[in-house]
């Protein structure tokens, strides 16, 4: 009787120990290549080294979510930006500051880089609207985009709080007033883009109140809005405020969604940037200039960018710009904050960052 090891058979010493895969690690455990237990909000190899723990925005998105955003990102936007130079440099640069914050190693060379490539964009941008702009505004849509997602991806800079800032007003903002404009003239700017017939079926959603996800919404909008029409009757010029205030309750009322088969809550990012692509110059020039009401419709905007906390690209911008607001707030107005800041410390997004 042959008692040596079938041919197929390895010796035990040999053996690989399996265990289970870690799919859905943190970034952190990722990075390290050990193994992750995918506990929320901190794994405890994080916990225990005492490290920033943060997983990929993809591993909260569910797998019916992600078929909705593959198509544009991979068989869309990748043509676009093969034919448009302005439009490649700044999904390059983007990727280059995501880079930066996953290696900390490389962080000054893919920031510099980053920043190189936004400013070769910027210029490419300026000089497609000089020309010709209504015969690509897909790309200048598309580029748009890339500079806000840029904006957010350099974190967090003294002085600099996305919207205004310390010094002059940010150049993207300057450049998307240009885009809007064209995007309004060309309807058609993003199905030159996103053709209709390629898009999949949408799962199955239905609307949801915000008030179920932020608690105190409406009695805080209402109260703003009194208060804004309070001053208005006393000082026309409290109008130019009806507007972001109008935009930031219907953003909020579009933002949420309740996935049928799972019962879960969809958070519909889109619509939270469409607050910041809607905004008009005056209101922006009021920012600028931090007038106290500006600041106070901006705090209560924190509140619906803090549910996507968790994107790599927007952690640490909410409590960047509500340190800033509270600082540059007239007393008179700090009541106006109790509501935003609450509801930013006991927001899901923010508890599950």
Request: aromatic share 8%; glycine share 4%.
């Amino acid at each position: 009787m042959n008692d040596s090891p079938r041919p197929t058979e390895a010796p035990s010493y040999l053996a690989r120990k399996t265990h289970r895969k870690s799919r859905l690690g943190c970034l952190e455990c990722k990075r390290r290549r050990v193994k992750c237990d995918e506990t929320h909000p901190a794994c405890n190899n994080c916990t225990r080294r005492s490290t920033p723990c943060n997983y990929p925005v993809s591993n909260a998105t569910s797998p019916r979510e992600r078929p909705r955003k593959v198509p544009m990102w991979r068989d869309h936007i990748p043509k676009v930006a093969f034919k448009h130079n302005y439009v490649a440099q700044l999904i390059l640069a983007f990727s280059a500051l995501h880079l930066a914050r996953e290696d900390r190693s490389r962080e000054a060379v893919c920031v510099a880089r980053s920043t190189a490539l936004e400013s070769a964009a910027i210029s490419g941008m300026m000089d497609a609207l000089s020309k010709d702009a209504s015969s690509n505004p897909g790309a200048l849509w598309v580029a748009s985009m890339m500079l806000c997602f840029c904006s957010f991806g350099k974190g967090p800079q003294p002085g600099q709080y996305l919207v205004y800032s310390e010094t002059r007003e940010p150049e993207w903002l300057g450049l998307l007033q240009g885009v809007k404009t064209i995007s309004e003239t060309s309807p058609n700017a993003i199905s030159s883009v996103i053709p209709t017939s390629d898009k999949p079926v949408a799962e199955r959603t239905e609307p949801m109140s915000p008030e179920q996800v932020v608690p105190g919404l409406g009695k805080a909008l209402d109260d703003l809005r009194s208060s804004v029409d309070a001053f208005r009757a006393e000082d026309p010029s409290f109008e130019k405020y009806l507007h972001p205030l109008d935009e930031l309750r219907n953003c909020f009322g579009s933002a949420f969604e309740r996935r049928i088969d799972s019962n879960s809550i969809k958070i519909c990012s889109h619509m939270v940037f469409a607050w910041l692509y809607r905004l008009e110059e005056h209101y922006l020039a009021t920012l600028q200039a931090k007038r106290p009401m500006a600041l106070v419709i901006l705090a209560h905007y924190l509140v619906l960018l803090s549910q996507l906390e968790g994107y790599w690209y927007i952690h640490g911008w909410v409590p960047h710009i509500m340190e800033a607001v509270k600082r540059q707030l007239h007393p008179a107005y700090q009541q106006w904050l109790q509501w935003p800041q609450s509801s930013i410390l006991t927001s899901p997004a923010a508890s599950a960052a």
